[in-house]
């Protein structure tokens, strides 16, 4: 059997790429941001908040637990979530070493 195409990419890689995946919908910037506004765990429901269908919250809820960055539970419209510290201080260290990369090269393409 063949290699899967994470596979052939180096572990930082998949994990940066995973990271971008996660943050990739303007949805779930909002979600994470109102945790982050609220300085605590949330047991409410977005549909107000955000203004989104439930289930396309639920959906965006379980992408955003499935990594690991946010915890607790989530059934229905029975919703109590907090931001996983370790995992949020992982994301913003792949983050961070890829932005600050140095990209300063010859004028090549200018």
């Known amino acids: 059997m063949g290699l899967t195409k994470t596979e052939i990419f ?7 790429a995973s990271a971008f995946k996660v ?22 429901d977005l549909v107000d908040e955000l203004g989104l269908a439930q289930a396309t919250i639920s959906q965006h809820l379980k992408e955003l637990k499935n990594t690991g960055i946010i ?3 989530i059934e229905g ?18 983050l961070n070493a890829f932005f600050n990369q140095d990209v300063n090269v010859s004028n090549c393409c200018g």
């Open 23 to 44: 943050l990739g919908h303007p949805a779930r910037i909002a979600i994470l941001q109102h945790i982050i506004d609220k300085k605590a765990c949330i047991c409410n």
């Open 77 to 94: 419209k029975s919703v109590c979530y907090c931001i996983n510290d370790v995992i949020w201080k992982e994301f913003q260290q792949e």
């Open 10 to 16: 180096a572990d930082e890689q998949n994990k940066l």
């Open 71 to 73: 915890q607790g539970t």
